[in-house]
């Protein structure tokens, strides 16, 4: 063998930083020209927050609650879930259908730069999301919040994307690129409305209340609530281990399956 | 020894109860181009998968320029084509060709890419727009563009038009005579004989037969006589040596271990027999029968 390695020196590494910005660049022009993820995610949340929160809303100011700031929180989680289940989701199981996953692992490619590339675009998505959202409730629904709280809100939305990731990424590890839009969509709707990201959870049934806390996107809505100074329950550090372990048990086995191809 | 870039030594792979690879032993020289010969199952692309990582043997060893397919610093120096490359439809080639560059410490030159794959006027067109031969241009772009000193290429010349694969020939040569070794699966069998230095046929998880396209095909005596007579074929069929025996029009063909003893008795016994012709078997010939004896 050593008369072997002597005879063929290792190639040089390339410059990985590039590899990196390369595949980020790519993975944002790939959003960009594919208008059936773009919109949808951007209008969505803007959608039911003009809806709900400011043509149906009556105001009944009662206490620190107000539906117009609840609102702001809930459909920023609602929004910001969206980048993650679905950017992951389903572009993973179709490049990994498609045969894309199995020639960059053939390719000398960094295999860290996919992941990180999706997951730097799902944050700048749900940094859109709450630019959108922050906008239509300062100038529509007149919110009006400390600054400290805007910082609140924007890093719990943008952080809150990575279990909405790992969960999209598991199942972009399992199903195929077909099943994937409507996996995500079985997970992705029901979970916002049992988490009470639609209705307060205090208007639901007992037993629904009840079983929040076994959601991550509840997690998620309480740690918003809390940072726009709306009533919530738990503490922070309790929704922060929650999220933390969702992220983690979803994670290493996508991780494990995408490795194995 | 020196200079393999790719060995596999008594390589298993098992899917459930069969052995896709069954001892397969294989050493690819650099500077050489091996062209890998089977018929379908026989094992070409499991082979591949291991060589590049993308499978784990279950037996024996499999070293990329020394090392694991699995160092990212041994792929380094490869590069690959496979049979589908699942590219990003909304890129643009441009985009895709500064990714997969990007990948090595010294590709070539844009320009060279275009110039070496055929890429001339596809730049700025997205890889969800082109046909299925222009799509195979850019893979073979990707493949070729970190200058590798092995290059994998599984069937590269399905559905390319007549003058890609000329290009892809004259690229393919340029690379080996620049040092470059090359593994090359195909099913035209034109291909080997036109590009390989070296043929290694495999069949049922080994190799069968390997050697120069001279070699392998000597392994095979056959030869095809083909002649305007009135002889009855049936009759024919039965002299000793002769394999086959088929009238097409005025003409018979015959095929036979021994030529010229067939063809002495052939113009014995027929005087009128005329437009005399005696071919060798090409590679054609030569692999159908080899991997008939396996099987």
Request: charged share 15%.
């Amino acid at each position: 063998m050593s008369s072997m390695s002597a005879a063929v020196s290792a190639p040089s590494a390339p410059n990985l930083l590039r590899c990196y910005a390369i595949e980020a660049k790519h993975e944002f022009l790939r959003l960009l020209r594919t208008p059936m993820f773009c919109i949808p995610t951007l209008v969505f949340p803007a959608m039911f927050y003009l809806l709900f929160g400011v043509l149906m809303n009556h105001g009944h100011n009662t206490g620190p609650f107000d539906p117009a700031t609840y609102m702001l929180a809930g459909y920023g989680v609602f929004g910001v879930m969206a980048p993650g289940l679905f950017g992951f989701g389903v572009s993973v199981a179709i490049d990994r259908d498609r045969g894309w996953l199995q020639w960059r692992r053939a390719m000398p490619l960094p295999p860290g730069a996919y992941l990180a590339a999706k997951l730097a675009m799902a944050m700048l998505f749900a940094a859109v999301v709450f630019a959108i959202l922050a906008t239509i409730a300062v100038t529509i629904a007149g919110v009006h919040l400390a600054p400290s709280s805007w910082a609140r809100l924007f890093v719990v939305e943008v952080f809150g994307v990575l279990p909405f990731c790992a969960i999209g990424l598991f199942v972009g590890s399992a199903v195929s690129g077909q099943a994937a839009p409507a996996i995500i969509n079985l997970i992705y709707l029901p979970l916002s409305f049992l988490s009470g990201l639609w209705l307060p959870l205090s208007v639901m049934p007992a037993f629904l209340r009840e079983i929040a806390p076994l959601w991550p996107a509840y997690h998620l809505g309480q740690l918003a609530y809390a940072a726009v100074g709306q009533p919530s329950m738990g503490s922070t550090l309790s929704h922060v281990a929650a999220l933390t372990l969702v992220t983690v048990a979803f994670l290493l086995p996508a991780r494990r399956r995408l490795a194995r191809g | 020894m020196q200079n393999v870039v790719l060995q596999f030594a008594d390589v298993i792979k098992r899917y459930g109860a069969s052995n896709a690879l069954d001892g397969l032993d294989l050493r690819v020289q650099g500077g050489e181009l091996l062209a890998l010969l089977g018929p379908n199952g026989a094992g070409k692309t499991t082979a591949i998968a291991l060589g590049l990582g993308l499978l784990d043997a279950d037996g024996g060893e499999v070293h990329l320029f020394g090392q694991s397919p699995h160092a990212l610093a041994a792929r380094r120096g490869i590069g690959v084509m496979l049979q589908s490359a699942g590219l990003p439809e909304t890129l643009k080639v441009r985009e895709l060709l500064a990714q997969a560059r990007a990948a090595y410490a010294q590709p070539y030159d844009t320009g060279d890419c275009v110039r070496m794959a055929g890429l001339d006027g596809l730049m700025d067109r997205r890889y969800g727009k082109l046909s299925g031969g222009q799509q195979r241009r850019v893979q073979f772009a990707l493949a070729i563009c970190g200058r590798p000193r092995l290059l994998f290429l599984d069937e590269p010349t399905v559905g390319l038009d007549i003058e890609a694969r000329e290009t892809m020939w004259r690229t393919i040569r340029a690379l080996v005579a620049d040092g470059c070794a090359i593994v090359l699966t195909t099913h035209y069998l034109e291909e080997a004989e036109a590009l390989a230095d070296r043929v290694a046929v495999i069949a049922q998880g080994r190799i069968v037969a390997a050697g120069s396209v001279a070699q392998v095909r000597a392994r095979v005596a056959q030869k095809r006589i083909r002649c305007v007579s009135a002889l009855d074929t049936g009759v024919v069929a039965a002299w000793p040596q002769v394999r086959s025996a088929n009238r097409n029009g005025e003409r018979i063909e015959v095929v036979t271990d021994a030529a010229e003893a067939i063809v002495r008795r052939l113009l014995a016994e027929d005087a009128s027999l005329g437009e005399l012709e005696i071919q060798r078997a090409g590679l054609a010939e030569a692999f159908v029968e080899i991997t008939r004896a396996v099987a």
